[in-house]
């Protein structure tokens, strides 16, 4: 199962990395991975996806925890939330195709962000499900380049992580 | 106000956080730390000769006191050459700090003359790190540092410190934190109320209990409250190799050690256990044998620090983290409360199925291994012959092999941080170094060091170390010409052929080798002259004694689990027979 798991640390030099060798020492997956500064710039706030049974994930989190920079850890599978993905995709573009395109965008709620006489750069927020979908519905048309944030998000309502 | 500069600061931390001693060796980015801890008195430095020794004397400090081994090396290969000791302190969660030098800031990244990422190196077989990279960071750091490696489930700590951050001109205020604050660290330690109350109830509910132990327990300090537990009950209980001492080895109530060289009646008893009281341990693959079948019947109740360990291996029923001593004594307290006790009549029962079991395959029942006479000396009898001479009150510290196999069977240590080997890693070349991190801390204890002609080549060189500083270690080396635990693992798996586990006469001769670096050597070769040359081994008080003692090259190590496939109670007993 898919899992999403919420990381309060310390925005230290080298804190990133233990994350990150952390999965790759014992054998763990990282699906997509995102991180970044918060309001405090002291602490980073770090969200990954991964995959695997719940006897798996358990140790994760507890060797996520364990680690001296992590503050705090939270799945947020377990509990209702919010999960946003960022995609940006330049495709080619010609006169004929535009209309097309842009119909589509219109339909997930995307926009153009930028456009050439040959491409259009297309940006689109939602889950990930919703990114995939998109992709899918634009199969005919011919993908330069894309980029992906990975997924982040917070809990609903109240539930916050903090010091 | 007085100023201090990097180098004098990393010193004068150091002396505050309590280090009285620091194994080390010198190199072009240590160097202004070696000059600061040339002009004090404070901290002592202890020149090895290689800095895997540096970092194993460290290691055997720690064990045998339960102090922060301190180590300080250069940058480079300084760093890599301390490598495998810091992964083997890391194994089996020794408290260290190592202090490695590092090149200037403004050359990091740059592939400068003796350059290496220590911190990125050491990543994944250290607790924590840091990279120093302001003089004023340097006081709190090392604050922090021992912090976090004797606290919690204990491991070594890095401290990387550029070289320019030393340097004499710059100099600063000195500052030691009063109060060690992390926000993002904070260990268990009280065991949660209501699971300790499962415990009881479970432990007490049982038929066939059993209680196994590990280094948690000696790490911990919880040999006093495991020991009172054990007799409270009167529980059957077997360590693992690193829980060796944590409860009496000569008590009745102790089945030996188990796992894959354990013993038949502490094996069999873990198999047919309905409840096992686990503390400290952490269900290695060297215990559990194959883990699915890993004792079937057994509801397991696990008591340790790491969170991490728990249902690591094996789905634990009734977890309780914190540490081992404050949670053994919150259930005496409770037990001693309730008045409540096993089923006696079950417990008695229980008792005699294990007693059987001993009389039937025991080691220490009768010898299960052929005699020794003349020019046969089995490696067991050495140890018997150690154990007499030393009355079993030594510091005994070993290499890996079947030396290390025989001397946890054989030595049988009524002490906690006795026993001092490298359990989790297995590191060949631990034994000489660690034995002089021992031999420092107790200038007239009685240190041993068990080990083969194969592993004390390893970290040879320390012989020049115990001369410098007068450690008076004795060596006592089962040579059977063989990396004899390899060949064990080819006679068993590989119909005897023998690939690169022997030496085709190309040993030193280690009398002359020990005397070359002014040491006492003695070759024993007869059965017969055995005790009395351990005993006059162990007389010659403030020498090192080298005892090259050429022992039966054919031994195996046995009981030994049955693998892969086996379960707790699938053992060879011999080469021929098996449980
Ligand atoms: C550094 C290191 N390299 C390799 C091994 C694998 N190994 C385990 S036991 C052993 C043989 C040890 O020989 P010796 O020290 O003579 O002990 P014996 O088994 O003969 O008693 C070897 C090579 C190891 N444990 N450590
Ligand atoms: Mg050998």
Not at chain 2, 144 to 168: E, H, L, N, S
Not at chain 2, 510 to 533: I, P, Q
């Amino acid at each position: 199962m898919r899992h999403i798991l919420s990381v309060l640390m310390e925005n230290e030099p080298g804190a990133l990395s233990r994350v990150v060798g952390l999965f790759s020492q014992r054998g763990y997956n990282i699906d997509t991975l995102n991180v970044a500064p918060t309001d405090d710039l002291t602490l980073s706030r770090l969200t990954l996806t991964t995959h695997g049974s719940d006897q798996v994930i358990e140790q994760i989190t507890k060797h996520l925890n364990k680690l001296i920079d992590v503050i705090k850890v939270v799945d947020l599978i377990e509990g209702s939330h919010i999960e946003r993905e960022l995609m940006l995709v330049k495709v080619k573009a010609n006169e004929a195709q535009r209309a097309e395109i842009n119909h589509c965008i219109d339909i997930f709620r995307g926009q153009v962000v930028d456009v050439n006489v040959n491409a259009y750069t297309l940006q689109l927020v939602g889950s990930s499900d919703k990114l995939d979908a998109f992709l899918e519905a634009i199969n005919y048309a011919d993908i330069l380049e894309l980029v992906r944030s990975g997924v982040s998000g917070l809990a609903r309502g109240e539930k916050i992580l903090k010091v | 106000m007085e100023l201090f500069s990097g180098g004098e600061i990393v010193v004068r931390a150091l002396k505050d956080v309590g280090v009285k001693h620091i194994w080390g060796y010198p190199g072009g980015a240590a160097l202004h730390i070696y000059d600061a801890l040339f002009q004090q008195e404070d901290v002592q430095h202890i020149l090895v000769r290689h800095e895997q020794g540096a970092v194993h004397a460290a290691d055997g400090y720690s064990r045998a006191t339960g102090d922060v081994g301190t180590v300080l090396v250069t940058s480079g290969p300084g760093a890599t050459n301390a490598i495998t000791g810091i992964a083997t302190a890391y194994m089996d969660s020794i408290p260290m700090v190592v202090i490695s030098g590092q090149v200037p800031r403004d050359k990091i990244g740059g592939d400068a003359f003796q350059e290496t990422d220590m911190v990125g190196i050491s990543r994944p077989i250290v607790k924590h790190s840091f990279l120093v990279m302001d003089a004023s960071e340097i006081a709190g750091v090392i604050a922090k540092a021992f912090y976090i490696a004797r606290t919690g489930r204990p491991g070594p700590v890095i401290v990387d410190i550029p070289k320019d951050v030393t340097a004499p001109h710059h100099r600063i205020p000195y500052e030691y934190p009063e109060k060690i604050k992390i926000r993002s660290y904070h260990p268990t330690t009280k065991g949660h109320g209501g699971q300790v109350k499962r415990a009881i109830k479970t432990l007490l509910a049982a038929k066939r209990p059993i209680i196994y132990s590990g280094g948690g327990v000696v790490l911990g300090d919880a040999s006093p409250q495991l020991t009172e537990l054990t007799r409270l009950l009167n529980i059957p209980i077997t360590n693992t190799l690193m829980g060796l001492g944590a409860f009496p080895g000569t008590d009745p109530q102790f089945l030996g050690m188990l796992g894959m060289h354990g013993t038949v009646e502490a094996n069999n008893a873990m198999h047919e256990a309905d409840v096992i009281l686990a503390v400290g341990a952490r269900f290695d693959d060297r215990v559990t044998n194959t883990p699915s079948k890993f004792c079937p019947s057994a509801k397991i109740i696990h008591i340790d620090v790491d969170p991490t360990s728990i249902s690591k291996i094996v789905t634990i029923d009734v977890p309780i983290v914190g540490d081992c001593g404050t949670i053994l004594q919150q259930m005496i307290d409770q037990i001693n409360d309730n008045k409540e006790i096993l089923d006696q009549e079950a417990l008695s029962q229980w008792w005699m199925q294990i007693n059987e079991w001993r009389e039937q395959y025991g080691i220490y029942t009768q010898p299960r291994h052929e005699p020794s006479a003349g020019d046969v000396i089995k490696p067991q009898d050495v140890i018997r012959s150690l154990y007499k001479v030393t009355g079993g009150d030594a510091w005994v510290t070993s290499d890996v092999g079947q030396h290390q196999m025989f001397a946890a069977q054989y030595y049988l240590f009524d002490k906690p941080r006795r026993w001092i080997n490298s359990g989790g890693l297995g590191t060949m070349g631990f034994g000489l170094p660690a034995a002089m991190g021992v031999q420092l801390a107790y200038p007239s204890g009685i240190v041993a060091c068990v080990t083969g002609e194969g592993s004390i080549q390893m970290c040879i060189q320390e012989l020049s170390t115990c001369l410098q500083y007068g450690f008076p270690i004795k060596i006592i080396s089962l040579n059977n010409q063989a990396l004899g635990m390899v060949r064990q693992w080819q006679d068993m798996q590989y119909s005897g052929r023998y690939s690169s586990s022997l030496y085709e006469d190309s040993l030193p001769d280690f009398v002359k080798l020990t005397e070359a670096y002014g040491h006492v050597g003695m070759r024993v070769s007869n059965f017969d002259e055995l005790d009395d040359k351990m005993s006059e081994c162990f007389s010659l008080k403030d020498r090192l004694v080298f005892m090259d003692i050429n022992v039966d090259r054919s031994e195996h190590v046995y009981p030994m689990h049955i693998a892969p496939n086996g379960s707790m109670r699938d053992m060879w007993l011999s080469k021929k027979e098996r449980t």
